[in-house]
């Protein structure tokens, strides 16, 4: 009687230890993602997970499902590598406490209309068994349609790509921060608005960045830009 007292103590201990270890990341703007384009064009659609923890960490992802409708190309980038397909799993570069990682997909729709959805666990690779499912989610239709997070969270950003300076329109009407991030999550460059910015990139090598929005602590959204 006593060794099954101490079995089960044991058991529920372990159970209360599991639930005790926090996620070490989130995902910003949210784990599902989801716009509206045109054929031809080039649809580009990011989550972002946030290191919240004290120690660096390493994201592994893997596709859960696909469903991409035919003639279409889809490509998935992560903070270490974009890839020629949808491939079915990757391991991104280290991530240090306030940082990001990312995975990116990529759609161009050519001549066929249609809705694909795309999904991916992401996890830190110290805690397997502590999943999020990414959901991206793009409708191709005959009328122009809105640049995904763009218009949704009422912050526009233009030319993009970029070649000396870019243009940040809100219509929120509150005071909003800014922070640029290149692929390995380094900031590198910051600043704040209320309506309008002009931001110059001509220190900036060419590549790939993201630019992401917080309401104080909040972060609205996450765009993605290409400095030429």
Request: proline residues 4%; contains cysteine; negative net charge.
């Amino acid at each position: 009687m006593n060794l099954l007292k101490h079995i089960v103590l044991l058991g529920l201990c372990l159970a209360l230890t599991n639930i005790a270890v926090s996620q070490s990341f989130y995902e910003t703007p949210n784990d599902t993602v989801e716009l509206t384009g045109m054929k031809e064009d080039l649809q580009s659609l990011m989550i972002s997970q946030l290191n919240t923890s004290a120690d660096t960490i390493r994201v592994k992802w893997q596709k859960v499902s696909e469903a991409v409708p035919s003639n279409w190309d889809a490509t998935i980038c992560d903070n270490s590598i974009c890839y020629a397909s949808l491939v079915d799993s990757g391991r991104m570069i280290p991530t240090a406490p306030g940082a990001t990682s990312f995975l990116l997909l990529h759609v161009t729709a050519h001549v066929n209309f249609g809705t694909a959805i795309v999904r991916y666990a992401v996890w830190d690779e110290t805690t397997p068994a502590q999943r999020d499912t990414l959901t991206f989610i793009v409708h191709i239709t005959a009328t122009a349609g809105i640049t995904g997070a763009n218009d949704a969270s009422g912050i526009r950003i233009y030319p993009n790509p970029v070649t000396n300076i870019l243009q940040i329109r809100s219509d929120l009407g509150t005071d909003i921060t800014f922070r640029v991030t290149d692929l390995s999550g380094k900031e590198v460059q910051r600043g704040s608005m209320i309506s309008s910015v002009s931001v110059s990139t001509d220190g900036l090598p060419s590549g790939c960045y993201f630019v992401t929005f917080l309401d104080r602590s909040k972060i609205l959204s996450t765009h993605k830009i290409i400095k030429e």
